[in-house]
Antibody, heavy 126, light 110 residues
């Protein structure tokens, strides 16, 4: 059973950089050729927004609305992946989730998030 | 960008009734890339349906996904109190945003 766990500071100052790490357990981050590792956020009381994803090779895809400020990286030796979001404002206050996207080539179904972390609330405030 | 619009915004039903939740896409979406999630307060989203109609592991057959093109539906039969949650649809493969979520439907069980 794969488990994901976010960690990082819960408070970031405006104009600073938000940094979170997602530790993956129950399986190797690089053992699955059909999984990408994503970050999704949810402002308080609002809906879900996809931030970006990374493959174990290091390939990334980002939401264009955040691309200029986002960096996602992977550390296979530690079996974790990380998110950095720069120049944060109060609008970046949200619960940040890490999630695993799976593609099921056998059934021909793609792009669904089957495992999620419990979420990490990050507040941007001075 | 593909926009997913869910309706209704809020649904209030009694135990034992059937809930019908709609997800409409701004352009045609591949059925193989449409998923539904359940989110309870303070919890992460939970995958219910993928590929528009395939139930995720451990999801009871009271949850049924259907649809194609631009119109998708999540039907929950024989509602139970624990079905109270916000339900989101999600699609994959759009451009320039790879993943889009609907704004959610809040289901209240009276």
């Amino acid at each position: 059973q794969v488990q994901l766990q976010e960690s990082g500071p819960g408070l970031v100052k405006p104009s600073g950089t938000l940094s979170l790490t997602c530790a993956v357990s129950g399986g190797s981050i690089s053992s699955n050729n059909w999984c990408w590792w994503s970050w999704v956020r949810q402002p308080p009381g609002k809906g879900l927004e996809w931030i970006g994803e990374i493959y174990h090779s290091g390939s990334t895809n980002y939401n264009p609305s955040l691309k200029s400020r986002v960096t996602i990286s992977v550390d296979k030796s530690k079996n974790h992946f990380s998110l950095k979001l720069s120049s944060v404002t109060a609008a970046d206050t949200a619960v940040y989730y890490c999630a695993r996207r799976t593609d099921d080539f056998k059934s021909g179904n793609y792009g669904y998030f089957d495992y999620w972390g419990q979420g990490s609330l990050v507040t941007v405030s001075s | 960008e593909i926009v997913l619009t869910q309706s209704p915004g809020t649904l209030s039903l009694s135990p034992g009734e059937r809930a019908t939740l709609s997800c409409r896409a701004s352009q045609s979406v591949s059925s193989s890339s449409l998923a539904w999630y359940q989110q309870k307060p303070g919890q992460a989203p939970r995958l219910l349906i993928y590929g528009a109609s395939s139930r995720a592991t451990g999801i009871p057959d009271r949850f049924f996904g259907s649809g194609s093109g631009t119109d998708f539906t999540l039907t929950i039969s024989r509602l139970e109190p624990e079905d109270s949650a916000v339900y989101y649809c999600q699609q994959y493969g759009g451009s320039p945003v790879l993943y889009s979520f609907g704004q959610g439907t809040k289901l209240e069980i009276k």
